[in-house]
């Protein structure tokens, strides 16, 4: 199937998306960073969350680390049955460690690399997006990445980009909505700047 990127397409489809989550993650960095330093946070941020979950389903298609990582062993699996409540509870717990474990090795090494309130921006988005919007409500793509597993990890202008799309050859899904979730999850993010002082 013929998934080369189609550049038009690809602009209407996920440019406004970008274009808003790299601004207001940028603003989440200022001015404790640069305007250089902010936007390659952005951008590595955005590789961390689209690779991180392409890598641990890698690692987990061996057994018993299937077993070990609950996003494969429970939120996509079932092989332990818990009720959907707790299952979406614990993802979500998992889904924001994916991001605060950053924020953990830089205290612990001492090396501050990242902004702490783009660390909660991202992983708010990320929560927002995956269990609000694609659990909750349900997302035709993230059903398929829970069917297949090693294609849709999202987000989908990731999966075009590194070519992993379910069904490279149907139509880009238009991602503007999820502007709005950016919107609420990086104000939540400006909150706790602003209260804890976060750089
Ligand atoms: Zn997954
Ligand atoms: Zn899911």
């Known amino acids: 199937m013929d998934d080369s990127i189609r550049p038009i397409d690809f602009l209407?489809?996920?440019?406004?998306?970008?274009?808003?989550?790299?601004?207001?993650?940028?603003?989440?960095?200022?001015p404790a960073?640069?305007?250089?330093?902010?936007?390659?946070?952005?951008?590595?941020i955005l590789l961390w969350s689209y690779w991180g979950h392409r890598f641990i389903h890698t690692v987990s298609a061996i057994y018993p680390i299937s077993l070990l990582?609950?996003?494969v062993s429970i939120h996509h699996d079932h092989v332990i049955p818990v009720p959907q409540w707790f299952n979406l509870i614990l993802e979500t717990f998992?889904?924001?460690m994916g991001?605060?474990?950053?924020?953990i090795i830089q205290q612990l090494t001492g090396i501050h690399i990242f902004s702490t309130s783009l660390i909660l921006g991202a992983a708010f988005l990320y929560i927002?997006?995956?269990?609000?919007?694609?659990?909750l409500i349900g997302n035709p793509g993230h059903i398929l990445h829970h069917e297949r597993t090693f294609c849709n990890y999202d987000p989908e202008f990731m999966d075009?980009?590194?070519?992993?799309?379910?069904?490279?050859?149907t139509p880009y899904r238009n991602m503007s909505n999820e502007i709005l979730h950016s919107i609420f999850a990086f104000l939540i993010a400006m909150g706790f700047k602003t209260m804890l002082h976060l750089d």
């Open 12 to 30: 209407i489809a996920y440019g406004p998306v970008i274009i808003a989550w790299i601004g207001l993650s940028m603003t989440l960095a200022l």
């Open 33 to 44: 960073f640069s305007l250089l330093s902010a936007f390659l946070q952005t951008i590595l």
């Open 69 to 71: 990582n609950s996003h």
């Open 94 to 96: 998992v889904n924001f």
């Open 99 to 103: 991001f605060f474990f950053i924020v």
């Open 128 to 135: 927002t997006i995956h269990i609000l919007d694609f659990s």
């Open 160 to 169: 075009t980009l590194f070519k992993t799309r379910c069904e490279p050859g």
